[in-house]
């Protein structure tokens, strides 16, 4: 079975440019997350999905964080503009819906560099 | 609210040393209790879970026990190897809510 995907892995940019990160789940994981992983901590959810809606975003940015799922699938993250703080890896996850809905299966990361 | 309290780093041990990490919670309701680990380049792999007071969660050798009277979840090991080099996370999730609550997590590092 494929895990959780991500692209890029890596990626440096300016401060105030744009940025934006891409998930493929696991298939038939209804259930998606976003979360921000800032050095030396641990990972805080940005938004979670569930199929194509949004079932939290409380702790989005939502000033200069956006996120979509189309179609239930595949999701992107997007920062517009960026600033040094969004310094970060950015994990997706994805889970199945039902009573294994804590078990949530990680994708390797993007690592974002704000200069 | 729901937190998690994780001991600090770093941790270094050598070859076939016991392991103890420390994790303590607060939850809002009935939390179920995780371990993840990352290792260096990869990404968080789901390590044990408990979902009830008094389950014990095992793999790969570590051990957590869920204590409710206590609200802790601490991460044991007999013998570490080389191969346990990691980041290790204390994580929950309350169940309505299903996103994790991470601590802040600890590295570990063995030496031969």
């Known amino acids: 079975e494929a895990g959780v995907a991500q692209s890029p892995r890596y990626k440096i940019i300016e401060k105030r440019q744009s940025v934006a990160f891409w998930c493929n789940p696991i298939?038939?994981?209804?259930?998606l997350y976003w979360y921000q992983q800032i050095l030396g901590q641990g990972p805080k959810l940005l938004i979670q999905?569930?199929?194509?809606?949004?079932?939290?975003d409380s702790q989005l940015p939502k000033d200069r964080f956006s996120a979509e799922r189309l179609k239930g699938v595949d999701s992107t993250l997007k920062i517009q503009p960026a600033k040094l703080e969004d310094s970060a890896v950015y994990l997706c996850a994805s889970s199945l819906w039902g009573t294994d809905t804590y078990e949530q299966y990680f994708g390797p990361g993007t690592r974002l560099t704000v200069t | 609210g729901n937190s998690v309290t994780q001991m600090e780093g770093p941790v270094t041990l050598s070859e076939e040393a016991f392991l103890t990490i420390n994790c303590t919670y607060t939850?809002?309701?009935?939390?179920?209790l995780f371990w993840y680990v990352q290792y260096p380049g990869e990404g968080l792999q789901l390590l044990l879970k408990a979902t009830k007071a008094d389950d014990k969660g095992s793999n790969k050798g570590f051990e957590a026990t869920y204590r409710k009277e206590t609200t802790s979840f601490h991460l044991e090991k007999g013998s570490v190897q080389v191969s346990d080099s990691a980041v290790y996370f204390c994580a929950l999730s309350v169940a309505g809510a299903n996103n994790l609550f991470f601590g802040t997590g600890t590295r570990l590092t063995v030496i031969p």
């Open positions: 298939s038939g994981h209804a259930t």
């Open positions: 999905f569930q199929n194509n809606g949004v079932v939290d």
């Open positions: 939850a809002t309701g009935y939390p179920s």
